[in-house]
Every structure is written in C-alpha cells, then in structure tokens.
C-alpha cells in the first residue's frame, strides 16, 4: 500500500454570522467560536494521509481516540466496522467515530484509493449509529473538490499550509453539518497521561533495545501519529528523542567509568550503529563521544 501521511498541528478558526442591518445592506460578523446549537466546536485537523492499493496492502482491525474521515477517490471495497460490513466506492465518505474497530478491504479488480483525515474535538450521531457513509448528490461535488484540494495542499508544502488545510476541513465540516441528518457531540479528548506515561517508563526501562514508534504506540494501542502527538505535547520532545536522551545518559556513566570501546558503548545503550551513536551524542552535548571520555579522563587525572 502506498501511504503518504502529514500531521497537523493548528489553532482555533472562526464562523462567520451574517447579520442584516437594513435592506440594502448586510454586515459579516465574525466570531471566534464555531456552534452548533448551543454547543462550541472545536475541529482540529490531526492528520492527513493518502492512501492507494498495492501488493503490500495490511490493514488489521484497529481503532483510534479520534473520529477519522475517509473519502475514497477512486476504486471500490469494502469497510469492516465493528460487526459489519460495508460496500464502499469512489466519492463515499466514510465518518467513523473514535474508539470504533474497522479496517478496510480493497477490491483488487478496482484498486481503492483514499484520503483519511484524523479528526480531534467531534463524533457524530447518526441513526444510533457510530459511524456514517456519505454519498450525497447534493454534496459529491463540493466533498470531492475540498478532499482534493486538501491533498493537494498537503503535498506541496507550501508555507501556511497547516492553516490552508484546517480551513478546508472546516468547509467539510460545515458541509456535514448543514445536512440535518447529522447530529454531533462534543469530544473533549481522552486524557492520555497514563497511556504516555506508560510509554515513559517503557523507554526508561528498556532502552537498550530496539524501540521504534510502532513498538510504543502498539504498547498503548494508540495511533502512532496521535501517540507522538500527545507525548510530544505532554514532554516537550519526541518519544524517540526521549529514547536518544536516556540512552545518551547511560553512554556518559559508561565513558566515564570504563574502559569500554564507542562501537561496545553504542551497543550497550542500544544505538543501531556508532555512527549513529557519535550523531546523537554531538547533537545533544555538543561535544563527541571521544571527546567527553578524553574531559572525564583528564578530570580525574587532576584530581589524583
């Protein structure tokens, strides 16, 4: 499966009102909270990926703390949710909400492509249901333009783009809305401190070996991008920059206190290489393996 993911980090935006002063003229107010009734949303766009049917193709059940948008652009399968199964095609948008089980099935005749949105702050209610499949002819043209747009804002890279794409999920947004099928309830995010927490103590405790993002999140049963979010925000670095740090830690006491080898340290602290070892610890002290173990041994070598 080709798969090609960027996240998001954003701000709140504005609703525009539309308020008449007199006959002839009409006045735009904006606020700066979006409602829905008497509710306050607040949509924050977590991620963006593209995704198209290849010989790799996995996709296990899973679920995630968040409400996913798929638009599928081209091709037709299947969509697994909970007990379920779903025939989906090409401009069907699927809305699942968080912590639902689903996963996706291509059908390899008509190869199926689409683009996912991770979608913070939102789920939907739609006939007691948990999720919803969208197909509309009164929103097929402006759904397809905006989900593609958004991908291709993505792609480019452009400077604001994080802003231009959140706008665009807001436009989504309010095209869900105005259909009065749908109604939405507020989610205010689930308090993830244990579950970073538990990854925290994880690295501490297991350093030395081969941790990836793929193995904490899966520890946790997160997402992996919503997982490094989430400990990115609540730690102020990555999980695997947080991995780098502990392991940089242990090679000092080993520098300092042995006579061990860098390619034995690098090893020993769980560096897939020294190369990579000596890059780590030059971009965290400044300084090189080789050279802090020269400043230990020339410190103890004054105080003898």
């Known amino acids: ?8 980090t954003t701000d709140n935006d504005c609703e525009a009102s539309i308020t ?40 296990l059940p899973h679920s995630h703390n968040f409400t996913e948008f798929f638009y599928i652009t081209n091709g037709t399968g299947q969509f697994s949710v909970e007990s379920e199964i779903l025939d989906v095609k090409a401009n069907d948008l699927i ?45 097929k043209t402006d ?27 807001n436009i989504i947004f309010t095209l869900i809305l105005r259909n ?40 946790v049963h997160l997402n992996k991008y919503y997982f490094v979010h989430n400990f990115s925000k609540q730690f102020g670095t990555s999980p695997i920059n947080y991995l780098n740090k502990r392991r940089i830690e ?15 340290i690098s090893q020993i602290v769980g560096f897939s290489s020294p190369s990579y070892f000596s890059q780590a610890f030059k971009k965290m002290t400044n300084t090189t393996p080789q050279e802090y173990k020269r400043m230990c041994q020339a410190s103890i070598s004054v105080l003898r």
């Not at 509710?39 to 593209?50: D, E, P």
């Not at 198209?52 to 996995?58: A, Q």
């Not at 242990?250 to 390619?263: G, I, P």
Request: glycine content about 2%; some cysteine; hydrophobic content about 35%.
């Open 143 to 169: 759904l397809h333009l905006y989900f593609n747009t958004l991908a291709h804002e993505m792609k480019r890279d452009q400077p604001y783009r994080d802003f231009v794409c959140q706008n665009l999920l």
């Open 20 to 59: 008449h002063k007199d006959d002839s003229t009409l006045s735009y107010t904006f606020n700066p909270d979006v409602k829905h009734g008497n509710q306050s949303i607040n949509v924050n766009l977590l991620y963006v990926a593209l995704s198209k049917y290849g010989n790799d193709w996995v996709s």
């Open 250 to 264: 242990e090679s000092k006491h080993l520098l300092a206190n042995t006579s061990h080898s860098l390619s034995s």
């Open 95 to 139: 809305i699942l909400n968080p912590t639902i089980v689903h996963t996706e099935i291509s059908n390899s005749a008509k190869p199926m492509e689409y683009i996912v949105l991770g979608v913070e702050g939102i789920k939907f209610q739609a006939e007691d249901k948990d999720y919803i499949i969208l197909n509309s002819s009164t929103y």
């Open 1 to 8: 499966m080709s798969n090609s993911r960027y996240n998001f």
């Open 180 to 219: 009065e099928a749908f109604k939405i309830s507020m989610v205010t995010g689930p308090n993830l401190t244990r579950e970073c927490n538990i990854a925290k103590k994880y690295i501490e405790e297991h350093f030395r070996e081969n941790i990836t993002v793929d193995t904490l999140s899966s520890l």
